[in-house]
C-alpha cells in the first residue's frame, strides 16, 4: 500500500515553495513550521535561495537524502516531470492541490489518467489532485493550513474542504475529541476513498472514521472495505447530492425505480455504516461512538429534572426505533428510596426537584440505572450543568462530584451515558469534567438522540456482524455450459435479449423456480404441450422484434381444449405478423395459468457506483405508485433477500390481509438469491426483469421474464472466448 | 377580556411573601424589584411586618389601593378564599404557582373545577394553576424568576418551564430578537391557549407567537382563534407527546387509523400555523419570522463561496419543497462580470474564491440576486463573518461593509436573507452588524433551511389565506325535517346507528349523489324494485343486530331476474336468521350493481381535541396496509375536500393508472362536503364510515354506509326536544 509512509512521512518536499504571504507554498512551510512538524521540510524552486530560514532546492532531486512525501503547489502542467522526479527522489505519494482535471470534463479525464499512470509507472501514489490537502495529526504533518486542529480518534475523509472547516470547527468550539487524519480525496485519481479506509482501519489510534461524501467513484471496492472495517470500528457518512436524480434507464423498471440514493442507503447500511442525515450530527455522532460504549440491546433510559425535554426525547427515540422499557421493581424501590415522592419512576424518570438541593442524586439515579439489566444505556436530559448557575454556586462542586462518579460507572458498566445539557454553552466546569471522562455534551435534544441511535446502530450491528455481506462478486465462476449455450446463442443470433422462455430456462438451470413453460413451434406441439400440462394454459408469441407482446396481441389466456389451443396459435401468430411484419416469429410458449397469489416484481441492473444490484417490490398499481421498492447490492443470499422483504412499507401484504392467505416468502427469497447467482454467472447480463411473478401460499409463478445482455464496459469477451 | 390588565398591571400583591431566599414568595418580590418592576408591588404575609424592604400586609384585603394582579404562591387548599379575597381587592387575574389540581387525577380535577367556579363567580382570571409564572418583559413584570430574558417582539405560550428556559437561553445566547411575553399555561383550568393567542393576536408589539403544547384542552376553539391570527402574524407551534398513541376507538375504520397527531398537524397546517417538527428548530423559526420578510413566491437563490455546504443546502431545500429556480439570463451577467471564470452562475451561485479579496461582493450578488424577479429570497452558507479570521484582518472590515449594505437591502427589497457562518461562534462583527439589521444567522445549515421553508410556508400561506376555514361549526343548523325525522325513528327504536338505507337516504337528502337504493320488505317488493332499476341487483339484509352483512351471509352480488332476486331474498332471510336467530330483520336494500372505479373510503368521528373530523383514504389493501389516509377538522367545503385528495401518497391512482381512466375526483369532493354537512346538522351523529365507495370515470357508488349516534356528551337533548 505505501499509505503509511506517507501518513507518518519523516520528510517532506514543498515543490512550489514561495515567500509570497498568499501562496500556499509559503503557508504550507509555515504552517508546518507552526506546528512543529519533527520531519524535516525540503523547499523546491529554482528562483529561490532560502524560504522562512530553509534551504531552497532548485529541483527535488536536488535534496540530499531520500523523500518520503512531497507537497506539489505547481499548476497541473508541470505534474508530469515533478512526480516523476519525486519517485526517483524514494518519495512514497505526493499531496497534489492543483486542480484542472477531472472535474473539468473529458479532456481533464484523459489528463488526469495520464498523470496516474506517470505515478503507477513510478511507484508514486497520489492524493488529489484538487485537494486541499491532508494532516497527519500526531506527526504534526499538516499540509492543509487549516490551524488548530484538535487531536483526537477521528478520522476525516472529505470531498469538500469546506465541511472539513465545518468540522474541525465544530470540534474544537464544543467538544474534547479531535482528529488524528483529514484527508481531502480531492478526485481520488489514484488513491481512493476505499484505499484510505483500509488504511485507517489498520491504524490502532483511529477509533472512528468519518466521511463526506458527495460520490463514490469505485462503489463496490469501497462497500468491500467498509464491511470489513466496520467489523472493528465504525464508519460515519454523510452523503450528499441526494437530490441529484438517479440513473433512469428508460425500458427497465428498475432503472426507473432505483433512484441512486436509496441504493446507496442500503448498501451502506449492509456495510455497516453509521449513514448521517443532518449534517449537524456528522461530529456529534463521530465523536460519540469514538468516546462511548456500545449500546448492546438497544434500549436504554431517559433521566431528567421536570418535563419537555423527557418528553421531546421520548418521542423521537420512539421514532428513531429505540426501545425505554419498563424498569425492573428493584430498580424502581432503589430510586424511590431516594427521590421526593412527585417523581416518575417510569421510564422516562423525572426527579422532579429531587436534584434541586444536591445534583449528585443525579450521579445515585445513573448507577441504579444502568445496573437494570434491562437498561443499556442512558441519555440524560435539560438542566444538569446548570444547578450551580441557577441555584447556589455550592451546586457546582456537587455537580462536579457527579459528574467524576458518571464518567467512572462509564467505564466499569460499559454502558454509555449521553449528555444534553442546556448550559453547555455556559461551559461549567462539571460539563468539561464529563467531556474528560468522554461523555459527550450536547445542547440539542435531537442530536443527543440521534447520537443514541448510531450508538445502539452500531450496536446491534457488531452483534449481529457474522451476517454481514463482503460484497465479492466471483464473476462468471458459476457459470454452468447450458446457461452458456443459450447466452451464446442469443449473441450469435446478433440479440441483445434473451427470449422469455430462454430466460426462463436459464434461471432453472440455477434452481430458480420455475414453471414448465415450453415452446410450440407450431400448432401440433402447442396442442401437445397442452396436453401434458393437463390444465387451462396461457400462450404468448416468441419473438425478438416483439417486446410489447400484450400490444402486439401475442397472448391468449385460459385456453380450455385442443381446439382453443390450435385457434389461440393461429390468431396469436396472424396478431403480431400484423404488428410488426418483418418480425422473427420463433413460435408461442405454452405455459399453466397462474394461480391466485400476490403480484411482486424483481428486477436486476448494474449500477454506475456499486455495479449489479437486484431491486424487489409488490408487482401492480403499488409498485407503479408507491413506489415501494428495496434494494441490494449483489451478491444476495437467501437471508439477504428474506430482510428485502420486510423492508417495503407494504410489508404486510405477502403475510395475507383481507383473509387471503400468506403468501410463500421463502420462494421469494430463494429466486432473489437465484436471480443473484444468475447476475453473478454471465457477467454479460445487463438488466433482468421478472414482471409479475406471481406469488402463491405455496410456491410462486414467473409470469414473464426478460434478460438483457451487454457486451460493453467488461471483460466478458475473455469469458465468452471460453465458449469456444 | 380582562388580559390586558393581568399582562400591563400597575400592581402586584404577591401572596405568599416570605423571608426565605429558597421560597418562590421571596424570590418573586426580589426578581420584580432586580428588574426594576415600575409598578408596587404588596408583599402579603399574616406573619411578616417587611419583606426586601417592603410593607407586608396581613391580608390582601389590608392593601390599601385596587391591584391589577396577584401572584398566589401559597398551597392549593388556601386558594379558594384568596381568590374571592384578590377579586374583592380588584384585581384582574391571578397567577397560581401552586400544583395539586387536575395533573393528579379525578380528583384534582373536581378541586381545580371548584376554584375555576369561584373565580368566574367573582370575575377575576386565573393563569396556571401548576403553572412556571408570567413575564410582560416591556413592563418588567416578571413573576417567573428567570432573569435577563432578553427583550423582543416574541410571545412565548409553553406548557414546560424546561423548554422555556432552553429558549430564553438560547435567545440570549445567539440572537438579538427575544420575548415580549412570556406565559406558563400550567393547567390552563381557566384562561386556555385561545384566549392567550387572541391577546397577543391584537398586541401591537408581538410578531410572532411561539407556542410548545403537549396537549390542547380546547382544541376546535383554539384552531378558530390560530385562524384568525395567522392572518395577521404567524404562530410557531412544537408539539410533543407525538408518541402517545391516538384514540383506538374500535370498530371504526376512521377510529383505528386516526393517530391524533396527524390530525392535529394537519389541522395546524390548515389554520396556517408553522407545525415546527425539531425543539431545536423552534427559536430560530420564531426568530426568523419576526424578523425577516416573508418568502412570497417560494423560490430562493442560494450563495456560497466553494462546495459542500451549498450542495447540503440544495439537497435539503429541494427536499423541503422550496424551488431553486435557473437565474434570468441579465442576472447571470451581472454576476458573470464580477465573479472569477470558475465561479458557478447556476443556482446555487459559488463565487468559488471570488469574495477571498473582498468579501463586500457578497454584497454585490445579494443586490444582483435579489433583483432577479424569480428570487425571492437568498440563502448565504458557507464562510461569511470568516474572511477576517482567516486571511486578514482587514477583511473583516470589509464584511462589515457588506453586512451593513445587506442589512439595507433587505428593507429595500422585501426579501429575506437568512445566513448560515461557520464562524457564528467567533462572535465577529460583521456577524452581529447583520444581526443588527434583523437577518439571523446560523450555525447550523439545517436550521438555516428550516427558516427558509418557515419564511416561504408563511408567505404562501399569506397570499393564499382567503382560502383558509375558521373552524365555525353550526351544529344543527343545516338539519331538514326529513332528514330529523330519520334520526328520529331510529333513537325511538331504541337503537345507536341508522340502519344502511337509512343513512344514504340521509345523506342523499343533503344532496350527495346517492345511488337509488329501496328497502323491500318481502320478496314481492324486491322483485318490483330491481324491475324498476332495470338492471343486474345487489341485495343486502337490513337488521340493527346485524353489522356485518357478509359474516351473516347476508350480501347476494349479480341478481339478473326475477327468479334469482326471489331466491336471494329467501336465502338471505334464512341466512340472517341462523346467524342471528333473535335478529330484527327488516328486509333487505335493493341497490344496482356498482360499476368499475377506484374503492375509496370516507369517515367521520368526534376527536378529543378538535370535535368533528373527516378521514379520506384509498379503500381495499392500500388503506388498511399503507395507511395511507388524509384528515381534516370539519367543516370542510369542497375546495379543502379536493386538497384532502391531494395529500395521499396514492394520489396518483385517482387519476388513472395502467390505462384505467381518471376517477371523479369532483364528485369525492362533493360528497365528502355533503358529508361534513350532515355532520353539523345533526349534533347526535358520532361517527359515520361510507366504505367502500366505488368512485367511477364518471359520478360514484357508495356501497355501504353506517352512521352511529349518541346521545351523549351534547347538548343534543335540547335538538331532540324540537323535533316534538
Redesign the interface.
Known sequence: MGLERIFKAESVAVIGASKDETKRGYQAIKTLQDEQYEGRIYPVNPREKTILGLKCYKSVLDIPEKIDLALITTPAHTLKNILADCADQGAAGAVVIAGGFGELGAEGKRFEAEIVDVARAKGIRIIGPNTSGMISVDKKLNLVGLKEVPQGAIALLT?????A??LI??AG?KSQMGFNYYVGVGNEADIKFHEYLEYFTEDPDTRVILM?V?GLREGRKFLQQASKTTQVKPIVLFK????ATGTKSAGSHTGALAGISEVARSAFRRAGIIDVE???EMFPIAESLASLPRINENSIAIL??????A??A??YL??LGIRIPELQKETRDKLAAILPTNASLANPIDVAGGTDQDPAVFADCAEILLSDRNIHGLLIV??FGGYGIRFSEKLAFIEEDAAHRMGKLVSKSSKPIVLHS??N?AKPHSLDLLRYYNIPVYD????ACKCVEALSIYGSYRRESHKTSNFQLNWGAKAIPEGQEIIYNALAEGRNSLLEHEAKELLRLHGAPVSMDRLALNEDEAVKIAADLACNVVMKIVSPDILHKSDAGGVMLKLKNEQEVREAFKRIVKNACEYEPDADIKGCIVSRMAGEGVEVIIGTKIDDQFGPIVMFGLG???V???KDVSFRVLPVSQDWAASMLNEI??A??LDG??GRPPCDKKAIAKLIEKVSEVVEAYPVIHEMDLNPVIVHEDGLTIVDARIILSEENMEKKKWLSSLD
Chains 1, 2 share one sequence.
Do not use: W
Open positions: 470531498q469538500s474542504g469546506n465541511i472547516l465545518t470547527t465544530e468550539l463526506y458527495e450528499s447530492g441526494r437530490s443532518n449534517s449537524d431528567a429534572d421536570g418535563g419537555g425535554h418528553t421531546i421520548a418521542d420512539t421514532e435539560g438542566l442546556l448550559y454553552f440539542s435534544l435531537e442530536i401492480g398499481i403499488l407503479e405508485v408507491v412499507k407494504t404486510k401484504i390481509v383481507r
